[in-house]
């Protein structure tokens, strides 16, 4: 059985800090396309960062760059998002994700991710 299990959510202020943590079990680690969605109240669920770990290529959506930077243990089959200098606007629920097999670039399409996590709540007050 395949799971992804995140943590590391929280209430945070503007301007810190959060790392999320998502670790894949059942799941082969190599050739896979992994990282995080957020799905805001009343908003369509968005790409935020994915790696590949067939090249380590990755993505990012352009409000999170230069601030969030993602990164894989592949020993531990775990995939962290470093998120720093937070916004307001950066307060939603993120979902870890997973597809594979896959080679190349990730893309941010959430129907071409096959596993999921359960989600972890970012709010970041003002």
């Known amino acids: 059985e395949v799971q992804l299990v995140e943590s590391g959510g929280g209430l945070v202020q503007a301007g810190g800090s959060l790392r999320l943590s998502c670790a894949v079990s059942?799941?082969?680690?190599?050739?896979?396309?992994i990282g995080w969605f957020r799905q805001a109240p009343g908003r369509e669920r968005e790409g935020v960062s994915l790696?590949?770990?067939?090249?380590?290529?990755?993505y990012y959506a352009d409000s999170v760059k230069g601030r969030f930077t993602i990164s894989s243990d592949n020993a531990k089959n775990t995939v962290y998002l470093q998120m720093n200098s937070l916004k307001p606007e950066d307060t939603a629920v993120y979902y870890c994700?997973?597809?594979?097999?896959?080679?190349?670039?990730?893309?941010?399409?959430?129907?071409?991710?096959?596993?999921w996590g359960q989600g972890t709540q970012v709010t970041v007050s003002s």
């Open positions: 994700a997973a597809a594979g097999p896959w080679a190349g670039p990730p893309i941010a399409a959430a129907d071409e991710y096959n596993y």
């Open positions: 059942g799941f082969t680690f190599d050739e896979t396309a």
């Open positions: 790696i590949s770990s067939s090249d380590g290529s990755t």
